[in-house]
């Protein structure tokens, strides 16, 4: 398996957000994450992401065990994560290019000859790089130089996961990636999603409230419930009341 959480809890003050939570990813495999508010869905996928450390239990990849201190460490790992609020990490007014590159510019020097060390933005290199990966992503953009501002909510969202996929992920983690998007934007992004799985080979974990895509995209869904996982099936071997009725509890 590629990734696997052992016996992981975490908790926020009294709030106990995880209870010996036990997840595996494995090779190109696509997880559905679900359950209700307050489940411990997007508490997992920051441990995954390196946001915060679990309180207990242990973190492997490939075989061996590892602590992601910050975000920068678990990216170091192939790990990478469109969060629930895209917003928070695109910058609005900035430019297409500029939200794919962010803190990661290209550069290249000034006068190659003379003065090597002065260094100026490959401007030119990130708008081609930007447009290549955006057509893979098949989500249209119009032009890379205008402001995130001035785009849809599914075309933001494409921009996001454009800059995921830049940077190679072995293992992409969506938080609710379609909860802001309109019903073609939904459908777009999820065939996607299904791509970057099944061409790219990418493993990923996506987090969704909609019993209806997850059943759509995944290989497998996993049960979260009061911070404890509380079972996992394959869409093509339950219902989906079954799953409503492992999200709500009872019979
Ligand atoms: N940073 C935080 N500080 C305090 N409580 C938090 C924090 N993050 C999450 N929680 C609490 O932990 C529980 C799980 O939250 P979360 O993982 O966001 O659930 P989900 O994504 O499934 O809705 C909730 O009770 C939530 O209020
Ligand atoms: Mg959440």
Known sequence: MLLQLENVSKSFGEVRALENVSFVLNYHEIVGLVGGNGA????LIKILAGVFPPDKGRIYLEG??????????AHNHGIYTVHQKM????APH???????????????????????FIKVLAKREMEKEAEEILSRVG?????VRRPIVSYSGGQRQ???????????PKILLLDEPTAALGV????????LIRRLGKEEGISIVIVS???EEVFEVVDRIVVLRNGQVVGECSPSQATKERVVQMIVGGE
């Open 158 to 168: 494409a921009v996001a996961l454009a800059r995921a996929i830049r940077k190679k």
């Open 184 to 191: 073609k934007e939904k459908f777009q992004v999820l065939r």
């Open 139 to 143: 989500i249209r953009i119009d032009s």
């Open 40 to 43: 411990g869905k997007s508490t």
């Open 64 to 73: 061996q065990e590892v602590v992601f201190r910050n975000p920068k460490e």
């Open 94 to 116: 900035h430019d297409v290019t500029a939200n794919i590159f962010m803190g990661e510019e290209v550069t290249r020097p000034l006068f190659r000859s003379f003065i090597p």
């Open 87 to 90: 917003e928070e990490i695109l």
């Open 209 to 211: 409230h909609n019993l």
